[in-house]
């Protein structure tokens, strides 16, 4: 196995984000998915980086108190009233 | 130019139509996330309710403008941002993604340094995770150290991350709802998601889950 060595460890992971979000140019694109083949700490990097983003768009939000609902009745009768 | 698409349209035209339904299904859909938004620019509970009631009756009052261009939560977090962004000017304050800074995502330590036989290769590589991909639950653990993990991030980092990777806009949305560039808005958002790996590393890498 021939290591790729153009592109340093310190490089890809700084390269991910563009890479999750396709923005990145076709050579390097190339050069970064050779680098993940035979780099399993940066491919390992890489799946934390996607596990962190699954798992934030996890966070739950707080549902809207029933004080908040009966505000929100009294604001849409009064602009039902007023259009 | 394009109609408001399906659900929203249909949303939109009840509400026109005086359907209380409507309305309070929307608030229940979205609420939570305009209190999230609004907790990054006031730092207190009351406040972002406040700001979040302000938000639905200037969508009220604005409900036929709405053209569908952007989904109704895009739409929303819009109108959110303004009016925050107008209540911070009064303040003198403000959050800046002009300047998405140069510091490395991965702290420089964790690479071999230039002096050696692979240089910017890792010294110290990411512990892996003991979690299999398709187990991605968020114990309450995980919440605890996300959410702080998020709080400690900078303003203009905390608003990326939240809206992009926790509600789930996309990166153009995000562009359009606070103003900022396409790249400083990736640059933003490498940043933020690099801070929140290394907060879960230690949750992950002693195998506590």
């Known amino acids: 196995v021939t290591r790729p060595v153009d592109l340093s460890c310190k490089a890809v992971v700084e390269m991910l984000t563009d890479y999750l979000e396709k923005r990145l140019p076709h050579e390097a ?35 809207p108190s029933l004080e908040t609902v009966e505000k929100m009745k009294a604001m849409f009768a009064s602009w039902k009233g007023t259009k | 130019m394009n109609a408001p698409s399906g659900d929203d349209a249909a949303i939109v035209a009840a509400i026109i139509a005086g359907d209380e339904q409507a309305f309070l299904g929307l608030v229940n ?57 107008a209540r911070l000017r009064k303040e003198r304050r403000t959050v800046s993604f002009d300047e998405p800074g140069s510091e490395p995502a991965v702290p420089a330590e964790r690479f071999r340094p230039d002096s050696h036989r692979w240089p910017g290769h890792w010294a110290s590589p990411p512990p892996h995770w ?12 995980l919440r605890e150290k996300l959410e702080e993990a998020i709080a400690e991030l900078p303003d203009n980092q905390r608003m990326v991350l939240i809206l992009r990777d926790v509600e789930g806009l996309d990166g153009e949305e995000v562009c359009n709802v606070l103003g900022v560039s396409d790249t400083n808005q990736r640059v933003l958002l490498h940043r933020a998601r690099a801070k929140l790996r290394a907060s879960l590393e230690t949750v992950y890498a002693r195998g506590g889950l």
């Not at chain 1, 970064?32 to 739950?60: F, M, N, R």
């Not at chain 2, 003991?130 to 653990?141: D, R, W």
């Open chain 1, 29 to 63: 694109l190339v050069r970064l998915e050779q680098h993940l083949v035979w780099c399993v700490w940066c491919d390992d990097y890489l799946e934390q980086l996607k596990h962190t983003i699954a798992i934030s768009g996890q966070l739950p939000g707080q549902q």
């Open chain 2, 130 to 141: 003991a979690q299999s991909p398709e187990k991605q639950v968020l114990t309450a653990e």
């Open chain 2, 29 to 85: 859909a979205h609420h939570a996330s305009l209190v999230r938004l609004a907790r990054m620019w006031v730092r207190d509970d009351a406040l972002a309710e406040d700001l979040v009631q302000d938000c639905w009756l200037t969508a009220l009052n604005a409900i036929r403008t709405f053209q569908g261009r952007a989904r109704l939560k895009t739409w929303l977090c819009g109108i959110l941002h303004n009016l925050a962004r």
